[in-house]
């Protein structure tokens, strides 16, 4: 099985997550300081998708399905 990630995610989200433990990483928007971890992850793989790197799509929201009767 192949690889999900390129070597250029990997050292986005690497980069990511040693700013948010020097306390450097800002979010997008609101520009605040991250201090969780699942959000410096997400950062840095937005971060590798725009640089045009080996990521998976992010997962679509499912809709939920309504029976008609």
Do not use: C, D, F
Request: avoid cysteine.
């Amino acid at each position: 099985m192949a690889a999900k990630y390129g070597s250029k995610a990997k050292s986005k989200v690497k980069k990511a997550m040693h700013e948010r433990k020097r306390g450097t990483l800002k979010s997008g928007r609101s520009g605040k300081k991250v201090k969780s971890r699942k959000q410096a992850i997400a950062i840095g793989l937005s971060q590798a998708r725009r640089a045009g790197a080996k990521v998976p799509r992010k997962p679509s929201k499912k809709k939920s399905s309504s029976k008609k009767k």
